[in-house]
């Protein structure tokens, strides 16, 4: 019996604001994508700084939430499979996208909401952090 397990937890600053669309059941998705630097020491000494880019994917009242919640620069932690889509590009040829499809994101800046075009009242979310705001100085890329 094998005991396969498909998690990905990462964390980073969004690189744009999240974009939403409603799928044809009616149900909204929304993506986004987040990066986060790490840095090491290359072989010559010399240090070395590394983007890692994800996209992410959530659906339903999560993908509501981020919409509302989450502009360029939030910083957050998503939770979910990592997934992967074959598709064939506008040009004939065959690609792969991966993305996180998260069904858990912490938001881990002080933010308030983005401006509803509807001008909604929306709940605060449950998970915040005491963390001073990002400015684009303070972005990775």
């Known amino acids: 019996m094998s005991n396969n397990t498909n998690i990905c937890v990462f964390s980073g600053y969004l690189g744009r604001d999240p974009e939403k669309r409603v799928m044809d059941t009616g149900k909204p998705v929304v993506k986004f994508s987040i990066a986060n630097n790490r840095g090491y020491k290359a072989a010559s000494g010399e240090r070395v700084e590394k983007t890692v880019w994800k996209d992410v994917v959530v659906f339903d009242s999560l993908a509501e939430f981020c919409y509302s919640y989450l502009k360029k620069g939030s910083r957050v932690t998503v939770t979910g499979p990592l997934d ?20 858990e994101v912490e938001l881990l800046d002080k933010a308030p909401p983005r401006e509803e075009a509807d001008g909604g009242n929306l709940a605060q979310p449950d998970k915040q952090s005491g963390r001073a705001e990002i400015t ?6």
């Open 136 to 141: 684009d100085d303070d972005l990775p890329f």
């Open 84 to 103: 992967q889509r074959n598709y064939t590009g506008r040009d004939g040829s065959e690609k792969r996208e991966e993305s996180i499809k998260a069904y």
